[in-house]
């Protein structure tokens, strides 16, 4: 009886470690199903839709785009949205792992290693990738320009750590320099306009008009976004209301599982109970399909079930179970609103034409799928904190290691993809773009939120030499690419991507012999 006892008290933790592993799975698989590694990256022209082998379109990309489009002028100035819409959907897995960190003043020091850990790896790991796959010229002003801010955004962190806190107006600085930030972007995209313009009406008559690289990407990616789904459909098929359903709420593409190899096959197995969840709980509208993407049965299920996903996750569900009046709870009033308004729309409606409303379904996919990024990122989170305590490895190095591979992977594959289709200018412009959002909004808003919460300003502990090293890794790549890259005359050769990944080899090399005190500080 006593060597059973042991033996069970043995494998208690070998059981708890292996669930949270499997939690660890289901939740980093619900954020790259929702969050995806498509979209428009910050500060870089439109990307183009290539085909990518087992990576699906990201619904909060989608979403976000068409939200774009409903604003007037949009097509004219598409970095407008790029740095505003677009750029939240890109890094919103980065930015809601940042605020959730930062709600704790033990777990801070999770956020900052993976916001730097994430831009050492992007502007090393990231850039250096694309360098070699396809050598190219990087556009001078744009690089210039996205670097300079992103060391400005460095060196106020780096200030920010040296003195342990982040006041309120340390934090309204941080959001005011990305709207500076914007501001700049809008600016120069408007003189570049300009400027083109008065050279086309400079030129001779009858010269024929030449498209930009942006607008030449823009024309292949409204060709190549053709669902040749839409071919293999009957053309007087007239589909009731639960076939509609059916196939609405089929994440399996029988056609695409039959080509596709065993690996993609089994990565889709794992993906399926979460797309499900997902086609039931966002809905997604479509310009490029002649229906929107509307379906009546789903989109109505759409209106009762997407509010109280909404509620049950907002603030870990504390405002969905608040009863009002101690009798009703919040949740059980939004189910039956949404009830009637879904029933008001289904018999309001028919399954052929989309109604003019349908635009407005757009939000609310953008609404719930923000909020379920959150709840994963809540997650992934508190299941690092507590691998983080088992292991006994700190929070920074956490964050710089499992936390930024996992947030920035989805956009190293893309750009890679980019970059081997041709577009490797574009796919570099993001490597600097997109992450000056996620570090100053995720540091600024993180902090704000946190200093409305508690009236006090927010206290950085730095994790010993392990900060100083990520941070100076971080200046050290962004110095390197500043004065290298116009030395050579922005021409990125293959010899500089292998410098930038043998740069990052070593920064992990020394960050992880800093963790387990190989190399340390002199004491006394």
């Known amino acids: 009886m ?44 439109v990307r183009p839709q290539v085909p990518v082998s087992g990576v699906n379109q990201a619904p909060m990309a989608d979403l976000l785009s068409q939200l774009v489009g409903h604003f007037p002028h949009a097509p004219a100035l598409p970095q407008r949205g790029s740095v505003t819409f677009l750029a939240f959907g890109n890094g919103a897995p980065d930015i809601f792992s940042a605020l959730v960190a930062f709600s704790d003043s033990r777990t801070a020091g999770l956020a900052i290693g993976a916001l730097f850990g994430a831009g050492v790896l992007v502007t090393t790991v990231v850039a250096g990738g694309i360098a070699i796959l396809h050598p190219f010229t990087a556009a001078s002003r744009p690089f210039l320009r996205d670097v300079s801010f992103y060391m400005t955004a460095v060196f106020l962190t780096f200030t920010a750590l040296y003195f342990g806190r982040i006041t309120l107006a340390w934090a309204l600085g941080y959001l005011g320099l990305y709207v500076f930030y914007v501001a700049t972007v809008i600016l120069c995209t408007w003189i570049y306009q300009w400027q083109r313009a008065r050279s086309l009406v400079c030129s001779a008559p009858g010269t024929p008009e030449m498209l930009s690289e942006s607008e030449d990407d823009l024309v292949s990616s409204n060709t190549n976004s053709y669902d040749y789904g839409d071919e293999y459909r009957p053309l007087l098929s007239q589909e009731t209301t639960a076939e509609i359903l059916a196939r609405a709420l089929n994440p399996l593409d029988s056609r695409k599982w039959r080509i596709k190899s065993a690996s993609w096959r089994a990565l889709k197995v794992l993906k399926l109970p979460v797309e499900f969840l997902l086609l039931l709980t966002i809905p997604v509208v479509d310009p490029d399909k002649d229906d929107k993407n509307w379906k009546r049965p789903l989109n109505c299920l759409h209106l009762a079930i997407s509010p109280l996903v909404v509620v049950l996750t907002l603030q870990s569900g504390a405002y969905g179970v608040y009863e009002i009046g101690g009798i009703l709870p919040v949740w059980a009033v939004v189910v039956m609103a949404g009830t009637a308004l879904a029933s008001i729309t289904f018999f309001a409606t028919s399954n052929s034409e989309p109604p003019k409303f349908h635009w407005l379904f757009a939000f609310l996919g953008f609404l719930t799928s923000a909020l379920w990024i959150n709840a994963a990122a809540t997650e992934v989170v508190n299941i690092l904190r507590s691998l983080g305590i088992v292991f006994r490895l700190s929070n920074t190095v956490l964050g710089l290691t499992l936390l930024a591979w996992g947030n920035s992977i989805g956009d190293a594959f893309s750009d890679f993809t980019l970059a081997r289709q041709g577009y490797p200018r574009m796919a570099f412009a993001a490597c600097f773009g997109g992450i000056i959002f996620n570090l100053l909004v995720g540091v600024g808003l993180g902090c704000l939120l946190q200093i409305s919460r508690s009236h006090a300003e927010v206290k950085l502990e730095p994790a010993g030499l392990l900060v100083w090293v990520l941070a100076g890794a971080l200046g050290l790549s962004l110095v390197i690419s500043l004065v290298s890259v116009p030395l050579q005359c922005f021409q990125l050769s293959k010899a500089y991507g292998l410098c930038l990944l043998l740069l990052y080899l070593n920064f992990l090399i020394v960050a992880l012999l800093t963790e387990f005190g190989v190399i340390h500080l002199k004491s006394g």
Do not use: F, I
């Open 2 to 45: 006593p060597a059973g006892r042991e033996a069970a008290r043995t494998a208690r933790p070998c059981v708890l470690m292996a669930s949270r592993w499997l939690h660890l799975l289901w939740v980093l698989l619900l954020v790259e199903t929702v969050s995806g590694s498509w979209g428009l990256s910050l500060g870089a022209p």
